[in-house]
């Protein structure tokens, strides 16, 4: 097994120039064993923002990809239609935020099959031009919030180069509490991120891929700034904080690494020591375990079904991925 391309179903490892994958059977895109794949699986809670960040996600890529002189496309055409009709055309095009993932047991489940992006060619450790994939997955929060008794077709998530675990800073019960009458609560969907998290512990199993543990929404706590006279407007009206900075189309390991305490810092100010201790029992932070990011898809919450009429303008969308693709040498050098 020495090729850097997986299974895009299954995110397993395949055997050199194989062009059907053993464990589905079905066939792989053209000169697939030979390239290398990112496999990113998304989880979180119902409406903990998984859906709109992928969307949002995607757009910024091609953004970043235009500054670096490549283009980020669909790799066929299942992802190139599920794509448009799923996530472009109800968020970009009509403006609307969307409905929820259907289960994956459903008739309705488009996400059953990953999302592939072609993200050009790059070098690999011994400088060999070679075609990367994102190979994304979204996942409905109702498949993780209870886990079904066969738990196979949610294997893929032991075999991800990247999980980004994203939650709702206002569903957590501590945090909730904590801002009672300082921030409006949206709606009472979802079910705490502990309990997610929990559940994605038992999936991942013992050797728990990478996990970017992601405050989603960030723009709600953002707001808090606002709130005068509370310790809350002093924490978030320091504009020098990494959190309240967005770095562009540039990363930076340092940055992420001190976002990484500052968000981490965040939640056990709101006490959720819990939440931070469970993130913990995934492994070493210092090993590349765990790290936190904040992000938010839409910059401003939206108004019922319709977005904000200031349009989208998202914060840090692309560190989660960034922090597995830089350490990979794709897209990682500042652009000017
Ligand atoms: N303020 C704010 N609200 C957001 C943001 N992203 C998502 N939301 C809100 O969260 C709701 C749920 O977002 P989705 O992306 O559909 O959630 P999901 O995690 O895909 O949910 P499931 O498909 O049920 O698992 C949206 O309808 C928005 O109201 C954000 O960046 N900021
Ligand atoms: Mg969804």
């Not at 091609?62 to 066929?76: G, I, M």
Request: hydrophobic share 45%; glycine share 6%.
């Amino acid at each position: 097994m020495s090729t850097l391309a997986r299974c895009p179903w299954t995110f397993q490892p395949l055997e050199d120039g194989a062009t059907v994958s053993p464990y589905t059977h079905r066939e792989l895109l053209p000169g697939w064993a030979d390239s290398v794949t990112h496999c990113i699986a998304m989880a979180g809670a119902r409406a903990s923002g998984k859906s709109l960040y992928t969307a949002v996600m995607v757009k910024q890529l091609q953004l970043l990809a235009n500054h670096h002189k490549v283009s980020v496309l669909a790799a066929d055409e299942s992802t190139e239609e599920r794509f448009r009709e799923n996530y472009e055309i109800p968020l970009f095009e009509e403006m609307k935020i969307m409905g929820a993932t259907p289960s994956a047991q459903s008739d309705q489940a488009y996400q059953r099959d990953p999302l592939i992006f072609d993200l050009g060619q790059w070098p690999d450790a011994e400088g060999r031009l070679r075609t990367n994939y994102l190979v994304f997955r979204d996942v409905a929060g109702e498949d993780l919030e209870n886990l079904p008794e066969d738990r196979s077709s949610l294997d893929f998530f032991k075999f991800a180069d990247l999980v980004i675990f994203l939650f709702d800073p206002l569903r957590v019960p501590q945090v909730q509490t904590y801002l009672k009458g300082i921030v409006a609560t949206q709606g009472e969907l979802g079910a705490a991120p502990l309990d997610v998290l929990r559940n994605l512990l038992i999936l991942v199993g013992e050797d728990a891929p990478p996990l970017a543990v992601t405050v989603s929404k960030f723009d709600t706590l953002q707001k808090l700034e606002l709130v005068s006279g509370t310790e809350w407007a002093k924490i978030m009206g320091n504009h020098g904080a990494a959190f309240r900075r967005d770095t562009g189309w540039n990363f930076s390991f340092d940055d992420a690494q001190i976002l990484d305490l500052e968000v981490e810092s965040l939640l056990l100010l709101m006490q959720a020591d819990d939440l931070v201790n469970t993130v913990h029992r995934i492994g070493k932070r210092e090993e590349g375990a765990f790290q936190y990011f904040a992000v938010s898809a839409l910059g401003e919450s939206p108004q019922g079904e319709e977005l904000s009429r200031s349009g989208i303008a998202p914060f840090r969308v692309l560190d989660p991925i960034r922090w597995l693709l830089s350490s990979r040498g794709v897209m990682w050098s500042d652009v000017a």
